[in-house]
């Protein structure tokens, strides 16, 4: 098994929790839930990554890979629920490697605003904006 991570939107409870944390918060505005439009063109904009989607039920499933080495990784499996009908709306990733996760969530902030990230794992969580840059928050959330 792998570790499970929860994408949210920011908003002031999430932002009182990071500052909790001692964590940064670059962007202070309100982040909301990305359209299923949002995701896929979000998705599709990861430069060397392949993307295959499949349904189960009222959520959709994306296993992204990196075209060179499908196998080896890095790679993603991203799972989401945005429709209007979802009892609750989600967007996470049943495991996967920063170096997916954050670009991805980058380029959703973009329309989105602020994301915040969250493992299972109890580690710390983090803060993915527009106006960062996605490799200096990979390095020091994988520091």
Do not use: C, N
């Not at 295959?52 to 196998?71: C, F, L, M, N, W």
């Amino acid at each position: 098994m792998g570790v499970l991570y929860i994408a949210l939107p920011s908003d002031q409870e999430v932002r009182a929790w990071l500052e909790e944390l001692e964590l940064p918060i670059g962007d202070r505005t309100d982040g909301r839930m990305a359209t299923d439009a949002e995701i896929r063109a979000a998705v599709a904009a990861l430069a060397g990554y392949r993307a295959e989607y499949r349904g189960e039920g009222a959520v959709t499933v994306v296993d992204i890979s990196s075209i060179e080495k499908p196998q080896a990784g890095p790679w993603a499996v991203l799972a989401y629920a945005v429709a209007e009908d979802a009892s609750e709306p989600h967007l996470t990733f049943r495991r996967g490697w920063a170096e997916v996760m954050v670009p991805l969530l980058h380029r959703l902030s973009t329309v989105t605003g602020p994301i915040v990230l969250v493992p299972d794992t109890g580690g710390d969580p983090l803060l993915v904006h527009a106006r960062a840059d996605p490799q200096a928050l990979i390095a020091s959330w994988s520091a």
